[in-house]
């Protein structure tokens, strides 16, 4: 257990809705990120919070939203779904903008 | 541009077997992990090693900085290490902590 926790584990959704992911860090870590493993894309990052603020961002699209609460807490917003956004997502913490990162069981999301 | 290059991309052992994975990297990093990622999709830590040697029971893995590489061995391989080997690394020159990963290396043991 990596102590990161990822709720929910599988979506089934369909094209056009809004889906919203969960992460809660380890405890103690401030800075969480989001990637995305589809089939042929391998793992790409999305983005990152460090302490509640937006510090890096990848290629994430214009369609996705991410923010990290108070309590350091962060969701991921997936809004007009496509076929193509089914993929594995994971969250990841670690203490700061450096150091061990440590990634959750992922949320499997099938649009359909 | 900047590149992390895994090696070989696919590997067949039959169990019992020595193996070495091999992580290039275009660039000066502070930060090279090597994870596992189980059938069921689990992204596992093995290794957080910038620099150096470590060794955690049939896996060890080298990271020489200087030289912008990084191997895993795993001996005496039993079927539960098969799955994809990733390494990944974060640039001194990058973003801001973002981890990025190579492709892979898929490894299937064999009974």
């Known amino acids: 257990d990596s102590g990161v926790t990822q709720t929910p584990k599988h979506l089934i959704t369909a094209t056009g809705q809004r889906v919203t992911l969960r992460c809660s860090p380890r405890?103690?870590?401030?800075?969480v990120y989001w990637y995305q493993q589809s089939l042929d894309q391998g793992l790409q990052f999305l983005i990152q919070?460090?302490?509640?603020?937006?510090?890096a961002k990848g290629n994430i699209l214009e369609r996705f939203s991410a923010q990290q609460f108070p309590d350091l807490h962060s969701e991921l917003n997936l809004s007009s779904l496509e076929l193509g956004d089914s993929a594995l997502y994971f969250c990841?913490?670690?203490?700061?903008?450096?150091?061990?990162?440590?990634f959750g069981q992922g949320t499997r999301l099938t649009v359909v | 541009g900047i590149q992390v290059e895994q090696s070989p991309p696919d590997l067949i052992l039959q169990e019992g077997a020595n193996s070495t994975l091999r992580c290039n990297f275009s660039?000066?990093?502070?930060?090279l992990q090597w994870f596992h990622q189980n059938p069921w999709g689990q992204l596992i830590n093995l290794f957080y090693?910038?620099?150096g040697t470590k060794q955690n029971g049939r896996l060890s893995a080298t990271t020489v900085a200087t030289e912008r590489y990084s191997l895993l061995y795993i001996s005496s391989s039993q079927t539960t290490d098969s799955g994809v080997y990733f390494c990944a690394v974060r640039f001194v020159s990058g973003s801001q902590g973002n981890l990025i990963f190579g492709k892979g290396t898929k490894l299937s043991v064999k009974p």
């Open positions: 990841a913490s670690s203490i700061g903008g450096s150091g061990e990162a440590f």
């Open positions: 405890s103690g870590d401030l800075s």
């Open positions: 090693i910038p620099s």
């Open positions: 660039d000066s990093v502070n930060n």
């Open positions: 919070y460090y302490n509640g603020e937006e510090r």
